[in-house]
């Protein structure tokens, strides 16, 4: 049975919480414009209630008159004290705009659907609350407007806070997440390989663990390491034909490189002409 020289296990490159392009309500971010526009909404006017601003407070939401009328509107507040259906309504066809608070991001890719989700995420995670965290990043998850960028960083979330609990399985759905979007980077990329074999290497899987380095090495063949641990993988499985050629693999990228061959590549070669 080949030893294995090198390990499998590899970190993925996430960065911080703090590292995501995201502000919530009421916060500034130093990657939007300051004169940024905000965002516009409508939606109907509800028809049980009417509203009136008494002076300077907060509209309240008084039940109509039998007669027609509202009543207890103040006589000083222009367009609220005018009674419904006089044709001088400026509301008068239901539709009305409001400007909003809006949560940003620097990064476009991201939706208003799942911006303001992803912003409490991270959020949460900075002040420990992962609960709350992960009930926002579900959401984004199961919501059908999201797009790929929503449920990458959705994931991302998820793997920090997987780590944070020692979570193996969050974990390894995270991974799979962040790949599946498409939006890694190829060095990210081949991080999640490794680290998704050595998961699977952990529980004794070790079908998953020469799949996912056999998809790592579609992208990246020159990984010396990769190349000796699926050599090492298909040995331990008794497949010396398929072994061989990532052993041989691993031993020529390792001596183009000057490092020192591990001895147990070497003897294996011999072994098994």
Not at 168 to 196: F, H, I, N, P, Y
């Amino acid at each position: 049975m080949i030893s294995w020289p090198m390990g499998l296990l590899a970190v993925l490159a996430l960065g911080a919480p703090g590292d995501a392009p995201f502000s919530e309500p009421g916060q500034s971010s130093e990657a939007v414009p300051p004169d940024s526009e905000p965002i516009v909404v409508t939606g109907e006017r509800p028809k049980d209630k009417k509203r009136a601003v008494l002076g300077s407070r907060v509209p309240q939401s008084i039940e109509p008159d039998p007669r027609g009328f509202v009543s207890q509107v103040a006589s000083d507040t222009g367009i609220a004290g005018l009674t419904p259906g006089s044709g001088m309504d400026p509301f008068a066809g239901g539709t009305r705009k409001v400007i909003v608070k809006s949560c940003k991001s620097s990064d476009a890719r991201i939706t208003i659907a799942a911006l303001c989700d992803l912003a409490l995420a991270q959020k949460r995670i900075l002040e420990g609350n992962l609960t709350s965290a992960r009930s926002a990043i579900d959401r984004v998850l199961i919501n059908p407007k999201s797009a790929q960028a929503d449920k990458f960083f959705a994931h991302r979330f998820a793997f920090q806070i997987a780590v944070k609990e020692n979570d193996l399985e969050g974990r390894r759905e995270a991974l799979e997440g962040m790949l599946g979007s498409g939006l890694l980077s190829a060095q990210d990329r081949a991080s999640a390989r490794k680290t998704l074999a050595s998961m699977a290497l952990a529980r004794g899987d070790k079908t998953t663990a020469i799949s996912e380095l056999e998809r790592l090495l579609t992208e990246t063949p020159n990984d010396a390491k990769a190349q000796g641990n699926l050599g090492a993988l298909y040995a331990n499985a008794r497949s010396h034909d398929r072994a061989r050629p990532h052993i041989e693999k691993a031993v020529q990228l390792t001596a183009a490189l000057g490092q020192v061959v591990p001895r147990s590549w070497t003897d294996y070669l011999s072994r098994h002409p």
